[in-house]
Nanobody, 123 residues
Framework: QVQLVESGGGLVQTGGSLRLSCAAS????????MGWFRQAPEKEREFVAG????????RYADSVKGRFTISRDNVKNTLYLQMNSLKPDDTAVYFC????????????????WGQGTQVTVSS
């Protein structure tokens, strides 16, 4: 299975932007549907965005539609999440994920997770 390492998190003010990256090793991400999840304190992990193997199809949680953009570079073996117009409710640990299942409204049967990167949005 592929190993995933996120980066790019940090502290940003409301309305600001961040770009998360997820670098893969030990395998190629072109074989996998990829996605981002997040987990806020005392809340369950939730799906944020997903992207198909070729990057043609994307899916987003309603809470981030129009503000976040998921993309992938299969040559660089890297997944991205561009986050704009950030809100305090976006504060969470963000996780990169890989699945061998086709993309649906979420990412199913995740077999590889990153360690997470903290995003904090101040009001």
């Amino acid at each position: 299975q592929v190993q995933l390492v996120e980066s790019g998190g940090g502290l940003v003010q409301t309305g600001g932007s961040l770009r998360l990256s997820c670098a893969a090793s030990g395998g190629t991400i072109r074989s996998y549907t990829m996605g981002w999840f997040r987990q806020a304190p005392e809340k369950e992990r939730e799906f944020v965005a997903g992207i198909s193997r070729a990057g043609i199809t994307t899916r987003y949680a309603d809470s981030v539609k129009g503000r976040f953009t998921i993309s992938r570079d299969n040559v660089k073996n890297t997944l991205y999440l561009q986050m704009n117009s950030l809100k305090p409710d976006d504060t969470a640990v963000y996780f990169c994920a890989a699945s061998s299942q086709q993309l649906t409204n979420t990412l199913q049967s995740v077999h590889s997770w990153g360690q997470g990167t903290q995003v904090t949005v101040s009001s």
